[in-house]
T-cell receptor, first 114, second 116 residues
């Protein structure tokens, strides 16, 4: 029974490039959440998606960031024209019911912008 | 603004001792308070939650206490083991159907180190 899968685990991008982070939720889960964690800090909510719908994107920066969760395939967090400040660990979580307290987190993608 | 924060950034205990990790919150409108554990290199793992109308909830070796008067949340771990060494985060959530439901707001975290 695989947990939440994220890939890649580590991603290095030069300034101005695009970063694509993928998340496959646990089997049977249709709710996905993305969080960002800076070093020595807690996780910051970015976006909550359900299949083909964005439920809450209040934590997403207004520019360069987008997220999707298509009917088929993984959820994608896309960062265009990356800057050094985007360097962080990005975690995806999923849940069976919507918005629950018990969210199952993946191992994260550590993005480094050089 | 809303915030969930921690009093102590680090806590060191001996194996077998009880641990108490504290958290202060400022958003009285939160419906749930939750504790997560994050081991090095891994994503957070749910430990226990408590509804805002409760004072205490117990799980396996863990107890969460909520004091709404002083807006304080604590996690007690009984007979702490080396495997409990991790960063512990408190978080808050809203009631289903309300705004911000599912948007967990995390505190800064406390590093727990258990010495054998």
């Amino acid at each position: 029974n695989a947990g939440v899968m994220q890939n890649p685990r580590h991603l290095v991008r030069r300034r101005g490039q695009e970063a694509r982070l993928r998340c496959s939720p646990m089997k049977g889960h249709s709710h996905v959440y993305w969080y960002r964690q800076l070093p020595e800090e807690g996780l910051k909510f970015m976006v909550y998606l359900q299949k083909e719908n964005i439920i809450d994107e209040s934590g997403m920066p207004k520019e360069r960031f987008s997220a999707e969760f298509p009917k088929e395939g993984p959820s994608i967090l896309r960062i265009q024209q990356v800057v050094r400040g985007d360097s962080a660990a990005y975690f995806c979580a999923s849940s069976h019911t919507g918005g629950g307290n018990e969210q199952y987190f993946g191992p994260g993608t550590r993005l480094t912008v050089t | 603004g809303e915030s969930v924060g921690l009093h102590l950034p680090t806590l060191s205990v001996q194996e077998g001792d009880n641990s108490i990790i504290n958290c202060a919150y400022s958003n009285s409108a939160s419906d749930y308070f939750i504790w997560y554990k994050q081991e090095s290199g891994k994503g957070p793992q749910f430990i226990i939650d408590i509804r805002s109308n409760m004072d205490k909830r117990q799980g396996q070796r863990v107890t969460v206490l909520l004091n709404k008067t002083v807006k304080h949340l604590s996690l007690q771990i009984a007979a702490t083991q080396p495997g409990d060494s991790a960063v512990y985060f408190c978080a808050e959530n809203k009631e289903a159907g309300g705004t911000s439901y599912g948007k967990l707001t995390f505190g800064q975290g406390t590093i727990l180190t258990v010495h054998p």
